[in-house]
């Protein structure tokens, strides 16, 4: 736990947050190898849990009460957006941080979260009204428990960040989840329906915040306007770009919500959680190992570079085929999965994979720009990233569920060349280099794909239920997989293996903070 100074001569002491120097390159690569597990087991324990108890809860209350809360939580995500303000990832990224710093972002976070709060209540019956859900007045009230309960969690949860203690996030993740979808559960079964989503949300959030503060200890609520300042032009860039990002992600679901039904919205916001899971499961644990990391070579542009595209290579190795099994497997899994009735949701899913493989390679790029303070680039970028994405929804909407989900996966594949091109000249990183890095990860993903497509077909033409056939075809193609990377791309295959075993090793190091 972390032990603060009272008087304001230790305001000039070392700071107890630690510092972004830099490490030695085996000391680096082996902390970034453990946070990474960490990280892993992290976002499988908390985004795993949280999204097996929402699919628990979405069978159990059916498409159109899981509706309501998906259109509550669009209105939630942008506000807990502006309850950050991009504050938290300064105090990752800044060199040196006190406890002046801590207690300015937290008393700005706390001031924000009350004034989202009344505005909130004031703002809740319109919402209703826009998307034609009474109740969604209610929810979105009871919800304004977790806005202050976010607030409350960015400092500690950034000071943890930036001392990689991903074990200790890890375990207080998976506890959070587990006492917030175990009352969830509770509820649905009681006859809460979508209130059991609420109950979820808000007891998972509040036994987050109450484990950062074990591990970080309650921040100083002093506020210094000049420390903000200090930080302000760093967190401007980055809180717009993360509202560019939100509209980019969420403007699909309020069009939806807006022109269909609450279980037409269900049906794609199904499809859009399932295709987040392995984008947050392995693309947000590596961005977020990644800022801290990049942040200590932000002196050392050639490092960097290097990492950033050994760090781009191993992210598409474990996400690409994700990727390829949402499309491949879909269409038995979810109806066996949540039902015959949630079967829409197939090929909504299926397109919004295909644009999955852009989104991970486009959001790589933000910690690497944010590390060298291009906070800027990343927002330039995101605002025409998001105008052509919402273009595309605005186009697709007219077809429906299944036409927004195209549109999506034409405007990222389209706009993925220019991204690269341009942030990559912030680090001397051509269009060439960095694709070559996902050339294996690309190959082994069609061998993949062949060798299901091929199992399947030849178990189904022999009578094997269709489930079953897609359990073994997963099985072998996943075999498939790895043999066309050990046989056609060796070197890639060794640096994988590499990787693996650093992360099975735990890292001790002290000047870590």
């Not at 420390?227 to 509209?247: P, Q, T």
């Not at 290097?306 to 109806?335: D, E, G, K, R």
């Not at 991970?360 to 998001?386: E, H, K, M, N, Y």
Request: aromatic residues 10%; glycine residues 8%.
């Amino acid at each position: 736990m972390t032990e603060y100074r009272t008087s304001e001569a230790d305001d000039a002491a070392p700071s107890p947050y630690g510092s972004n120097s830099m490490d030695s390159v085996g000391a680096l690569r082996q902390s970034a190898a453990t946070s990474a597990k960490w990280g892993f087991i992290s976002t499988a324990g908390g985004l795993g849990g949280r999204l097996l108890f929402t699919f628990a809860l979405a069978r159990w209350i059916g498409p159109d009460s899981f509706g309501i809360a998906a259109q509550a939580m669009i209105y939630l995500t942008l506000i807990l957006l502006l309850v950050d303000q991009g504050f938290g990832a300064a105090l990752v990224q800044r060199k040196q941080v006190d406890r002046l710093d801590v207690g300015s972002v937290t008393v700005l976070n706390l001031g924000l979260a009350a004034a989202l709060v009344l505005a909130t209540f004031a703002l809740s019956p319109a919402v209703s009204d826009f998307f034609g859900t009474p109740e969604l007045r209610a929810v979105l009230q009871v919800l304004c428990v977790s806005v202050v309960v976010k607030a409350m969690a960015v400092a500690p949860m950034a000071l943890a960040r930036r001392k990689l203690r991903y074990r200790a996030i890890a375990m207080v993740q998976i506890v959070s989840v587990c006492v917030g979808g175990t009352f969830g559960i509770v509820g649905a079964v009681s006859g809460a329906g979508y209130w059991a989503l609420v109950i979820q949300t808000v007891l998972a959030d509040t036994v987050m915040l109450a484990g950062l503060l074990l591990i970080e200890g309650p921040p100083v609520l002093r506020m210094s306007t000049e420390r903000l300042r200090a930080m302000w032009a760093f967190s401007l860039g980055l809180l717009g770009a993360r509202m560019l990002g939100f509209v980019r992600t969420n403007a699909d679901n309020v069009l939806i919500g807006w022109r269909e039904p609450a279980a037409e919205l269900a049906f794609y916001g199904l499809a859009y959680r399932l295709l987040r899971m392995p984008i947050q499961m392995f693309g947000s644990v590596v961005n977020d190992v990644a800022l801290p990391i990049y942040s200590r070579l932000q002196d050392d542009v050639t490092r960097m570079r290097s990492w950033f595209l050994i760090s781009s290579q191993v992210l598409a190795l474990v996400t690409f085929p994700f990727m390829t099994y949402l499309i491949l497997v879909s269409p038995a899994a979810i109806p066996a999965a949540f039902g015959d009735r949630w079967a829409p949701a197939v090929l909504p899913l299926q397109l919004l994979a295909v644009a999955g493989y852009f989104a991970i390679c486009q959001g790589a790029w933000s910690p690497l720009c944010t590390a060298i303070g291009r906070t800027d680039a990343v927002f330039r970028w995101g605002l025409i990233l998001v105008v052509v994405t919402v273009i595309g929804f605005g186009i697709g909407i007219w077809w429906g569920i299944n036409g927004v989900a195209l549109s999506y996966a034409c405007t990222q594949a389209i706009m993925l060349v220019p991204i690269v091109h341009a942030l990559g000249k912030l680090v001397d990183l051509s269009v060439k280099q960095y694709f070559s890095t996902l050339l294996a990860p690309s190959g082994a993903c069609v061998a993949l794909a062949a060798a299901y497509v091929a199992v399947e077909a030849l178990l189904e033409g022999e009578g094997f239920h269709a489930l079953g056939s897609a359990g073994v075809a997963t099985v072998l193609s996943a075999i498939a997989y790895i043999a066309a990377l050990r046989v056609l791309w060796p070197s890639t295959f060794e640096t994988a293996l590499t990787v693996l075993r650093s992360m099975g090793k735990e890292s001790i190091q002290p000047d870590l903070g």
